[in-house]
């Protein structure tokens, strides 16, 4: 069980997009915008783009082979986290939540990023443990 604990109603929203069918999923990067348009997410990606969203300067999408520079800064996702997770007065960053999985503790980016699990599974895991 992670030491961290989400605001239900957040839990739901994040827990309901993934499960949405409606986000493509990517690794390394919160948001991977491609030069079709399209983008795609990892797990605390969705959740930011869920609850403040992504936006994307023009500058930042040029021309560079087959995929766009990823949308990566950190800041704002620790700052959102620290607003949806309690965890006494710690703070929260995006690669101190773990979940256990396999009966080990793991980060929930390494889920997502090594692991390669599914939006799904990782709706399980958040639903049950955070």
């Known amino acids: 069980m992670s030491e961290y ?3 239900p109603s957040i839990k739901k929203k994040w827990v309901d997009a ?16 491609r030069l079709s348009g399209n983008c795609s997410f990892c797990v605390l990606g969705v959740l ?8 994307f300067p023009e500058q930042k999408v040029q ?12 800041m704002p996702c620790n700052d959102l986290l620290n ?3 309690k965890k006494g007065h710690v703070p929260v960053r995006w690669g101190n939540i ?3 999985y396999k009966n080990r503790l793991r980060a929930l980016v390494a889920l997502n990023d090594s692991r390669k699990l599914t939006f799904n599974q990782l709706a399980d895991l958040i639903e049950e443990q955070l």
Do not use: H, I, M, W
């Open 5 to 7: 604990k989400l605001k």
């Open 18 to 33: 993934l499960r949405s069918g409606t986000y493509d999923k990517t690794s390394d990067q919160l948001c991977r915008k």
């Open 48 to 55: 930011v783009n869920e609850t403040v969203g992504f936006r």
């Open 63 to 74: 021309n560079v082979g087959k995929e766009a520079p990823a949308l990566n800064d950190s």
């Open 83 to 85: 607003k949806y997770f």
């Open 98 to 100: 773990k979940l256990c």
